[in-house]
């Protein structure tokens, strides 16, 4: 490594560090913040009115729209200094699956957007970081409800390919521009103004998946005709290959 790319490395670690010392520090009150609010909503401390309960319920909402986005920051930075650790354990996808799904199904519900799980058997036990396929479930599952039409469905699938297992999430949504699709795992770039006030988000989520995914040993792409919905897919090998960050340095 020459001397230049060194210093470019170094320089990305120190603002990697940098921002994830910052994310810690801006949880912590917002913390507090989340928590009071929901104090508030609960009534614990007494009846509130109409307006205030619309007011503690923006700033509920807020905060932890908020909290989402320095989560997602903060893994960011993590992967980018190489400081995400995974603990490998056989889990099975069908029960991680469920999981994500349960997690979404209140926007999933709110437009009446049915979700189906369609998987193969053999495609069931693997060898991951269940919180962080969790996560990656998560994410592309939201986006896809997020960017669905109302009365619209969303479909996970799951097969066997070789030394793989294939996962799909599809969706008939609002679909994405062929000259847009190579923005999607760009840091901080989000396809359209107008799309990301009518439906929010940081545009970090399909980035840190897309990290984490090539950090277990699989990659991630996708399909997409505008208008008519979009097929993200990605693979995860069945036995793991991760090395842990203690053992890269030993």
Avoid: C
Wanted: aromatic share 6%.
């Amino acid at each position: 490594m020459n001397l230049e790319n060194e210093g470019l490395l170094q320089a990305t670690r120190t603002k990697s560090e940098f921002i994830m010392a910052m994310s810690h520090e801006l949880r912590t009150p917002l913390n507090s913040i989340i928590g009071f609010s929901d104090v508030l909503r609960r009534k614990d401390i007494g009846e509130l009115n109409d307006l205030q309960e619309k007011y503690i319920d923006n700033i509920h909402l807020s905060g932890k729209n908020l909290l989402m986005i320095i989560n997602d920051i903060l893994d960011l930075s993590k992967v980018e200094a190489d400081k995400i650790d995974l603990y490998i354990e056989k889990m099975s996808l069908s029960e991680i699956i469920d999981i994500s799904i349960s997690l979404i199904k209140d926007i999933a519900k709110q437009k009446n957007i049915q979700t189906i799980k369609e998987l193969d058997p053999g495609s069931d036990i693997l060898e991951a970081d269940k919180d962080r396929i969790r996560q990656i479930l998560f994410n592309i599952l939201n986006n896809a409800v997020k960017f669905s039409k109302p009365e619209g469905k969303v479909t996970i699938t799951s097969r066997k390919e070789g030394d793989y297992i294939q996962i799909s999430v599809i969706d008939n949504g609002i679909g994405i521009k062929e000259e847009d699709i190579g923005k999607l795992f760009k840091e901080f770039e989000q396809l359209d103004k107008g799309i990301s006030r009518n439906y929010g988000g940081a545009g970090l989520g399909l980035i840190i998946s897309k990290k984490l995914i090539e950090l277990h040993g699989g990659r991630i792409w996708l399909q997409s005709k505008y208008g008519e919905g979009t097929t993200f897919t990605f693979t995860l090998p069945l036995k793991s290959t991760f090395v842990p960050i203690k053992e890269k340095n030993d």
